[in-house]
């Protein structure tokens, strides 16, 4: 088999054992900017941009499962063996890859605001649809309306700089690079099987008013693996690392520890 393994750019800061901190759609690293100061007191931080995103360049079209083995290119680079992964979303949908691919290196899975689940065909249709509005010139149209859907009504109401911001975030990334994270998106597998057979813990964080992933779903799907922490957000859309970041912040730190813990004590 050919595989395109794309070279990702990405940060490391901090000691101790590893979290990767992946991002989401249409963002960066820079997202996981709100927690990575106090995480990074207790974990080492490898934080990727994704192809198309930050200090990555395009590298055509990718899947789901390149951009997981473009990111076990990168512990390979640091010499890591075993990491908690934290996706938030589309990033989610890239750490589940990874596990799927590289069990033996998972201590650990936190979906912040993702799920298992591969799109249905209604998703997929309405993706499609997506990709011809951006392909017509309605890149910037979109981002403004996708960005407003990220955050709760009382988060946006009250946070106008923060919502300014994220679509100013959104928008450096480009019709292109949108495009294929749509179709890498519509593409992926279903890892549903794959969490139920897991030994790692796993992470399912929610926000009550999550416009995306619906929380009723995420608390259906958390029985799916067998170790699991579960997390509903109050007051919170689909972005908790920038409306609730101290409390995202604390539940990363919490599962981690316990995740490592759990992985030195079983070796
Ligand atoms: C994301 O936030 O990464 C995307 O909205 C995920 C998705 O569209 O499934």
Redesign the pocket.
């Known amino acids: 088999m050919n595989l395109n393994i794309p070279e990702i750019s990405y940060s490391s800061v901090g000691t101790g054992p590893v979290i990767v901190l992946i991002h ?2 249409p963002d960066s690293g820079a997202i996981w900017e709100t927690i990575s100061d106090d995480l990074c007191k207790a974990f080492t931080l490898i934080i990727p941009d994704l192809p198309g995103t930050g200090a990555t360049p395009m590298q055509g079209e990718v899947t789901i499962d390149d951009m997981a083995r473009g990111i076990d290119l990168i512990l390979e680079k640091e010499g890591v063996n075993k990491v908690v992964l934290a996706g ?4 989610g949908y890239v750490a589940l890859a990874f596990a799927r691919l590289f069990p033996e290196r998972v201590a650990g899975l936190s979906l912040v ?1 993702s799920t298992a689940a591969a799109d249905d065909e209604e998703k997929k249709q309405a993706r499609l649809k997506v990709i011809e509005i951006i392909r017509k010139g309605g890149r910037e149209t979109f981002i403004r309306q ?1 960005t407003q859907n ?1 955050f709760s009504d009382s988060y946006r109401n009250l946070h106008v700089a923060d919502v300014v911001a994220k679509v100013e975030a959104g928008l450096k990334v480009d019709e292109n690079s949108l495009i294929a994270f749509y179709k890498a ?1 519509i593409g992926r597998d279903d890892n549903v099987d794959m969490i139920s057979k897991v030994a790692f813990p796993v992470q399912w964080i929610a926000g009550i008013d999550d416009n ?1 992933i619906n929380y009723k779903k995420t608390l259906r799907d958390c029985h799916q693996s067998n170790i699991n922490f579960v997390t509903l957000y109050s007051n919170c859309g ?1 972005i908790s690392m920038i409306e609730n970041p101290v409390k995202l912040a604390a539940d990363l730190h919490q599962f981690g520890e316990y995740c490592f813990n759990l992985y030195r004590n079983i070796e």
């Open positions: 989401g759609f938030h979303s589309m990033g605001h996708m990220l998106m995306i689909h």
